[in-house]
């Protein structure tokens, strides 16, 4: 299965990519369409069809290219934002409110997986939260009261099953894991079954807003009545992409020589915190750590992430063998909340779901109950705390949008010759950088062949400069995440166009 980046993940090694069955542009006004076929996508695209809506699901590339198909697959009744920060920058009630929402979108997981058959290695397991210092104790104690006011269940134990120096645990009961692509899968099934249509590779282009809703893509256009983008963040230029912040997230699989693998999930509290897990596939048992967080583009080293991670590992457990190493995107908000419901600038039929940090199993689930409830009973209990347009704009901001919307990828410049590219790109097999030739930028990449790859680094978002992510072997945007490959191919948005690239042969640019 193909994602986003070089790196397999460990659940893409399992599957292949997933066969749609159709491969036609419907004909008629469709009620919905839901662009990205991530959880959130293919969840929302399933209950609304259940529910009698006449939905069409598309996807860019194949299900599971983006987040779901690199996420740790952590199912989690206590979020990255704590109940204790929910409740000082909302209020006590709204705490307790996404308290029930994550049992919810769990109880929703299993109730499909039972309802549709899905072996997805679903398993229900004790969650720890552990302290390393008095500071991070003091945390601790806050997040327990609060979670315990919110009504999950929670409490100290004396105790942890990772052999990770600790100073407080605190155990929180009903955590869960599962394969999130063998869950998307089955959920996509679902879908068809009910006679939903499924369009991959069919990249969205741009939807006009008028009394039905012209969704432009790449192998033609559809009517609908409502749009909902569950494309992590959503494309063009909105409000969201200034109060969502986007973050890559590390990960590596790796088999252990004692064979003593955790029977349940954990984090510690560091800044970024790590993440752990167990999971068996293609009948092998891993162990899971995830960590090292940082802004996308802002590490100009990604290599030494994953080196730094697996330190982290093999400091506390016996590593035997390094199977999977990957990493992935998150998109972090202002407020520590997720932003699900009416697109900013878009009241009428244009919905989003948004900012889930890095419990995007949790929040896409719970996304799709809100989108479903919103669209078939016209209201939703998260509707108001969740609303995106709890964002106002400053003054100023509409124009800004409007100008900025559709930022084309103008010419990388002039003839080029091939010779004084090359002298450019003196740099090892395997590697990029930035350079400045007559006063322009360019993004150069030579592979482990020689091929030498040069694209216009400005981003086709809004033109801010990409960064070489060597890791993945692409080139990321550090203002709003946009991600492109390096023969300038858009990969993720919000950016909707690929990068100028240069075509060294001929010594011309092209878009």
């Known amino acids: 299965m193909q994602r986003d980046g070089a790196c397999q993940s460990i ?10 069955r159709a491969t036609y542009i419907p004909v008629g006004v469709q009620d919905v369409v839901i662009v990205g076929g991530g959880i959130t996508g293919v969840s929302t695209a399933l209950l609304l069809q259940q529910s009698g809506k006449r939905c ?29 920060q929910i409740t000082r920058n909302f209020s006590a009630e709204d705490a307790t409110l996404m308290a029930t929402g ?29 302290s390393v210092n008095e500071k991070q104790s003091a945390e601790l104690d806050e997040i327990v009261t609060a979670s315990q006011k ?7 134990v004396t105790s942890s099953v990772l052999p990770v120096p600790y100073l407080k645990v605190a155990l929180f009961d009903n955590q869960a894991q599962f394969n999130p692509l063998q869950y998307l899968y089955g959920l996509a099934k679902a879908f068809e079954d009910a006679g939903g249509i499924l369009l991959q590779n069919c990249r969205m282009l741009h939807a006009d807003d008028n009394e039905t809703i012209d969704v432009i893509t790449t192998k033609g256009n559809i009517k609908c009545r409502q749009l909902i983008y569950a494309t992590h963040i959503p494309p063009g230029v909105n409000l ?18 004692n064979g003593e693998y955790p029977d349940a999930v954990a984090y510690d509290m560091n800044d970024p915190y790590h993440y752990y897990r167990t999971q068996e596939v293609n009948g092998k048992q891993y162990l899971i750590v995830g960590g090292e967080d940082h802004k996308t583009g802002h590490e100009e080293n990604t290599e030494a992430c994953f080196r730094r991670l697996e330190s982290h590992v093999r400091s506390f457990f016996e590593v035997q063998e390094v199977g999977y190493k990957w990493s992935s995107q998150y998109f972090e908000p202002v407020d520590g ?3 699900i419901g009416h697109l900013p600038g878009h009241p009428g039929n244009i919905y989003v779901a948004t900012g889930f940090g890095g419990n995007g199993m949790i929040y896409g689930t719970l996304s799709a109950i809100i989108l479903h409830d919103m669209l078939v009973k016209e209201t939703s209990p998260w509707e108001e705390l969740l609303d995106p347009n709890r964002i106002k704009p400053v003054a100023g901001f509409a124009n800004f949008v409007k100008e900025a919307a559709d930022v084309v990828g103008k010419l990388a410049g ?16 395997d590697e990029a950088r930035i350079v400045e030739f007559e006063g322009k930028k360019m993004g150069i990449y030579k592979d482990p062949l020689g091929k030498i790859y040069a694209i216009d680094p400005g981003c086709t978002h809004i033109k801010c400069t990409v960064q070489w992510n060597g890791a993945e072997k692409t080139w990321d945007c550090p203002c709003h995440g946009s991600r492109f490959s390096y023969t300038g191919d858009v990969l993720t948005g919000p950016a909707r166009k690929n990068l100028a690239v240069y075509d060294i042969k001929v010594g011309k640019a092209i878009i």
């Open 337 to 339: 909340l997720p932003y």
């Open 102 to 130: 994550a049992k919810q979108a769990i109880t929703l997981i299993k109730q499909q997986i039972e309802t549709y058959g899905i072996h997805c290695s679903y398993k229900e397991l004790p969650g720890y939260l552990f």
């Open 11 to 20: 659940w893409q090694s399992s599957l292949p990519d997933y066969k749609a």
């Open 56 to 84: 069409v699901l598309v996807e860019a590339n194949n299900i599971g290219f983006g987040t779901t198909g690199g996420t740790t697959a952590h199912l989690n009744t206590f979020m990255d934002s704590s109940y204790a």
């Open 150 to 156: 919110a009504g999950v269940q929670t409490g100290f």
């Open 414 to 429: 002039g003839l080029f010759p091939e010779g004084k590219l090359h002298e450019l790109a003196d740099i090892a097999l």
């Open 240 to 257: 969201l992409h200034f109060r969502c912040a986007p973050y890559r997230s590390y990960a590596i699989a790796v088999q252990l020589k």
